[in-house]
């Protein structure tokens, strides 16, 4: 009778642990953190403005990319540009007119990008003039699976071409201070 409690137990152990993992990975897959990126803030810098910067973000699981888009927000408020900040799910981001600059970015999962970086990236229509930023986020280097979707010319659904300045992929969260810094730079050709 011992045996067959043990053995009811241990069964339900797995099964309990299969279920987490199935949910786990259609949390990840089906982007769900995305729909909690509604917010954005406007960053004034000090002085005279240089122009204006959009940077929208996917948070992803553990919120690495939100960390990175605000870095990357603060290199460009230091730079005198009127930076919005804003999850990829906010009101009014679509409209990409008079930016100067526009970065995007968030994670990869299992060397696709988030559903909603490719939904956006697919659906702006960026000013000619505009610097480009893609970057992105994950927990291995970059290779040709997880950058591929990326190119200096996008063309999705056969609708949107634009060009792509700069891409960069993040994945040590030491060192995003720096690799922001580098990130801007290129981006603006400094």
Request: aromatic share 6%; hydrophobic share 40%.
């Amino acid at each position: 009778m011992e045996k067959k409690k043990i053995a009811k137990y241990v069964g339900l152990g797995i099964v309990l642990i299969v279920l987490i993992a199935f949910a786990s990975i259609g949390l990840v897959m089906g982007d769900v953190m995305s729909y909690t990126a509604t917010g954005s803030q406007t960053l004034n810098p000090n002085g005279t403005s240089a122009g204006k910067a959009l940077v929208v973000y996917d948070p992803g699981i553990t919120g690495t990319a939100k960390n990175v888009a605000a870095v990357i927000a603060d290199d460009l408020q230091a730079k005198g540009y009127t930076v919005t900040l804003a999850g990829i799910k906010s009101s009014n981001i679509l409209n990409t007119t008079g930016y100067n600059v526009i970065v995007i970015g968030g994670p990869v999962y299992a060397g696709q990008p988030a559903s909603s970086l490719q939904s956006y990236l697919s659906d702006i229509t960026p000013p000619k003039e505009a610097k480009i930023g893609i970057f992105t986020t994950g927990s291995v280097a970059a290779n040709s699976n997880s950058t591929a979707f990326i190119k200096k010319e996008i063309s999705l659904n056969n609708t949107n071409i634009y060009q792509v300045d700069d891409v960069m992929k993040f994945v040590d969260t030491n060192t995003i201070n720096r690799k922001a810094a580098e990130f801007v730079n290129s981006l603006l050709g400094q």
